[in-house]
């Protein structure tokens, strides 16, 4: 078990502490991290070659696409094509 400790509660704390925990779980051979902020954003990578950083690139993308379609669900999956019922 995992614990964070800060001097001041972050939000994304709660986050942190649950991936740790998680990657007790499973062989991990590679972690990234992104890190978004006001100024700059960071990058951070243990054991990560090139190639592992291309499949981390496209995880991040299917990722994207995947809350893309969610976002747009009804647009994709709920509404009837207008071309098909003129047919």
């Not at 995947?66 to 003129?86: C, P, T």
């Amino acid at each position: 078990m995992n614990m964070i400790t800060s001097t001041s509660k972050q939000p994304y704390n709660d986050f942190i502490l649950d991936m740790l925990n998680k990657l007790e779980q499973v062989h991990v051979n590679g972690i990234a991290v992104v890190i978004l902020t006001d100024n700059e954003n960071m990058t951070g990578y243990w054991n990560m070659d090139t190639n592992d950083l291309a499949v981390a690139k496209t995880e991040l993308e299917f990722d994207t696409i995947d809350r893309f379609i969610m976002v747009n669900s009804d647009r994709y999956f709920g509404a009837e094509d207008k071309d098909d019922e003129s047919v």
